[in-house]
């Protein structure tokens, strides 16, 4: 079976900066696959490529089993597409927007099925398609441009951070209609560095980092989810007796516990925070001993678990001037 997407040695160079080097990608069909990582990384102009709103500077890449440079209107119409920066702007409402979209895709159907489906979509996403598009808040805008992708039903969704201003009500409903796609046999290319959105939505991911997959495979066996940052404050005889430093060492001793600290607050109790790595469980039996007063569960923001889990392969191959672009990047500078 013809792979959806196909990417083979790409390279993208803007003058002395490199956006993506060397990168292969395959995204089966029928398949949902996540594409994460820190802002910088390529993820976007891996995507714009795709759909040819940018070139490649080398190597291959065909989607759908054509060249996008090739593959003209013809092949765009097999796509829904949603770009990380939605403009949408004018006096036209939402009707009319997507009633031109709805030509523009040229659905063998007719546009009164896609229309049909874009106000069914419009109302699970809530948004109202009688208002001028200039006049709708970010959020609002976002939907509309999910409902463009979505509504003719297309082979393969490119969707580049596509929750951006979603409230988390909506972001639920989008994952359940990335899942209803999947089931219908699209195929779903996802961009992200909301890390829990792909671990839900996925089958595939990989990670890029600096212009290059870092790391790839099933959700599960990437083991993204395994790095945990806890806070708990503690109280009751035992704490009180041991005191910070006790506490400190008692947990101090377990598997996989880093950046761990413990002080004594004002009220006598103890603030005890600590960066937990894979088996969270010997550190809840430690903490069950305890009179647990308050306690939080965070994951880390996904540069930190892309750079713990895999370590930053970027630094370590790029020359100076690639790492100083790096960092720019990363700080948005």
Do not use: C, W
Request: hydrophobic share 40%; aromatic share 4%.
């Amino acid at each position: 079976m013809t792979d959806t997407i196909e990417i083979r040695a790409l390279h993208k160079r803007y003058g002395r900066s490199i956006a993506l080097q060397e990168l292969d990608l395959q995204v089966r069909p029928g398949t949902v696959f996540g594409l994460i990582g820190p802002n910088g990384a390529g993820k976007t102009t891996t995507l714009r490529t795709l759909v040819d709103v940018i070139r490649p500077t080398s190597g291959t890449v065909r989607v759908l089993g054509e060249e996008p440079r090739r593959g003209g209107a013809a092949l765009r119409r097999r796509i829904g597409y949603v770009p990380g920066e939605l403009h949408l702007e004018g006096r036209v409402n939402g009707h009319r927007l997507l009633a031109f979209y709805a030509e523009v895709s040229g659905e063998a159907g007719g546009t009164a099925s896609v229309l049909g489906t874009a106000r069914d979509l419009a109302d699970r996403l809530g948004v109202d398609l009688n208002r001028p598009v200039r006049t709708l808040s970010k959020g609002n805008k976002q939907k509309v441009g999910l409902i463009q992708a979505f509504m003719h039903r297309p082979e393969l969704l490119i969707l580049d951070e596509p929750t951006s201003g979603l409230d988390p009500l909506m972001q639920r409903e989008f994952l359940t209609m990335v899942r209803e796609a999947r089931d219908a046999g699209q195929t779903v290319l996802l961009s992200s560095h909301v890390l829990s959105e792909i671990q839900q939505a996925a089958d595939e991911v990989a990670v890029l980092a600096a212009g290059r997959i870092v790391a790839g495979g099933d959700v599960a066996s990437l083991r993204l989810g395994s790095v945990r940052r806890v806070h708990a404050r503690i109280a009751g005889a035992d704490a009180a007796d041991a005191g910070a430093a006790d506490v400190r060492a008692v947990f101090a001793r377990i598997p996989g516990i880093e950046e761990l600290e413990a002080d004594s607050a004002p009220d006598g109790s103890i603030r005890l925070s600590a960066t937990v790595e894979g088996d969270i469980d010997p550190f809840v039996k430690a903490l069950a001993r305890q009179e647990v007063r308050e306690l939080t569960v965070e994951e880390p923001d996904l540069e930190e678990s892309v750079l713990r889990l895999y370590g930053d392969s970027s630094a370590s191959d790029s020359t100076p001037s690639d790492r100083s672009t790096q960092r720019s990047r990363r700080t948005g500078e």
